[in-house]
């Protein structure tokens, strides 16, 4: 019997993209050209591989086994051919991410990824809009919310402290208490899941005034408006990383009540993942997210045994 290996190659297509149409725009053919192959795989399997469920693609019990079995074995026949060619094959990896992802946590470490895997290019798409996966090219989306996005997978980026940060030519480190903070120009992200009420409330603080403050709709707006000597913000760890670790940004407050949350997701189709591209950056993103949490780990407990050596001084003799 002869190997159908188009007709392979193009249901592993439709597998992959959930979508007739989005297969025959990525291989420039016809939708009806696209049907025809996979009509012609499962007349030679004997077997129904996909079924139409509205406007999507659905695999079959056997479509999916089927899928499963093939994926990685054409992504390396496609990958030889091209290297047979005398060229490398390039494979593109979109990721969606909230554009303070982008720009504080993700470009910083990308260059390493894209070093490790040199036969992969990325694209990443900075918005705060969900993806909607049946419609758009989009591999893996780090979205920003409350993690609740059902038929979706979903993983937890990384527990996010929260805490006031400033420049220090703005306010010295440990130099103020909560209450005192009323006093300073508040800065506000106003998209953020921790705000400055909730944060005065868990430091039992009641402001008589109203205090100065400013408004990003932007998080990473927020972060440089802080490390500028602007005014204080109520921002993630994860997002300002570098600005701590260099200095730019320190805690003012002394003692800083504990909001500890996960805001950003790792979300994509179930079926995504069995696509090499998208196994691969989430092994990267994981050993990042690890690095960073035991930096973080570090960091906390130094400051604690600072804090700890601060009380146990005596005070000099008056």
């Given at each position: 019997?002869?190997l159908p290996?188009r007709?392979i190659f193009?249901?592993?297509t ?8 989005k297969a025959a725009e ?6 009806s ?7 012609a ?6 077997l129904t591989l996909?079924?139409?469920?509205g ?16 994926n990685d074995?054409?992504e ?5 051919t091209?290297l047979i ?6 494979t593109?990896l979109?990721v969606?991410?909230?554009?303070t992802l982008?720009?504080?946590?993700l470009?910083p470490r ?6 490790r ?8 798409d900075?918005?705060?809009?969900p ?5 758009e090219?989009v591999?893996?989306e780090?979205r920003?919310?409350d993690?609740?996005?059902?038929g979706l997978?979903?993983?937890g ?5 929260f805490?006031p940060?400033c420049?220090p030519?703005?306010a010295?480190a440990?130099?103020?208490t909560?209450?005192?903070l009323?006093?300073?120009r508040?800065i506000h992200?106003v998209?953020s ?6 944060w005065f409330a868990l430091?039992?603080v009641?402001p008589?005034?109203r ?11 927020a972060?440089d408006?802080?490390?500028g000597?602007?005014g ?6 994860l997002?300002m990383e570098?600005?701590?670790e260099?200095?730019?940004l320190i805690?003012?407050?002394?003692e800083p009540p ?8 790792i979300?994509c189709?179930?079926?995504?993942l ?10 990267w993103?994981?050993?990042e997210?690890?690095g ?7 960091a906390?407990?130094a400051?604690?045994a600072?804090a700890?050596?601060a ?5 000099p003799?008056g």
């Amino acid at each position: 019997m002869q190997l159908p290996i188009r007709a392979i190659f193009v249901f592993r297509t439709v597998a992959r993209l959930g979508s007739i149409s989005k297969a025959a725009e990525e291989l420039a053919v016809t939708p009806s050209a696209v049907s025809q192959q996979v009509q012609a795989l499962e007349t030679q399997l004997g077997l129904t591989l996909m079924s139409k469920v509205g406007r999507r693609i659905v695999l079959t019990e056997a479509g999916e086994r089927y899928f499963a079995t093939i994926n990685d074995e054409v992504e390396r026949i496609a990958e030889a051919t091209n290297l047979i060619r005398g060229y490398r094959s390039v494979t593109t990896l979109t990721v969606r991410a909230t554009p303070t992802l982008s720009n504080k946590w993700l470009l910083p470490r990308l260059g390493a990824f894209l070093d490790r895997h040199p036969d992969l290019e990325v694209r990443i798409d900075g918005t705060n809009e969900p993806t909607t996966f049946r419609r758009e090219v989009v591999d893996v989306e780090i979205r920003h919310g409350d993690g609740r996005w059902p038929g979706l997978f979903v993983e937890g980026m990384a527990e996010e402290d929260f805490l006031p940060a400033c420049s220090p030519d703005y306010a010295p480190a440990a130099s103020l208490t909560a209450a005192e903070l009323p006093r300073f120009r508040l800065i506000h992200s106003v998209k953020s899941q921790a705000q400055w009420p909730r944060w005065f409330a868990l430091a039992g603080v009641q402001p008589t005034e109203r205090w100065a403050r400013v408004l990003f709709d932007r998080s990473h707006m927020a972060i440089d408006a802080a490390a500028g000597a602007m005014g204080i913000a109520l921002e993630s760890t994860l997002m300002m990383e570098r600005e701590l670790e260099t200095g730019r940004l320190i805690c003012p407050v002394a003692e800083p009540p504990p909001i500890r949350l996960v805001t950003q997701w790792i979300v994509c189709p179930h079926e995504h993942l069995r696509q090499r591209k998208v196994r691969l950056f989430l092994d990267w993103l994981r050993t990042e997210r690890a690095g960073w949490e035991a930096r973080r780990r570090n960091a906390r407990a130094a400051s604690e045994a600072l804090a700890r050596r601060a009380a146990r001084k005596p005070a000099p003799a008056g």
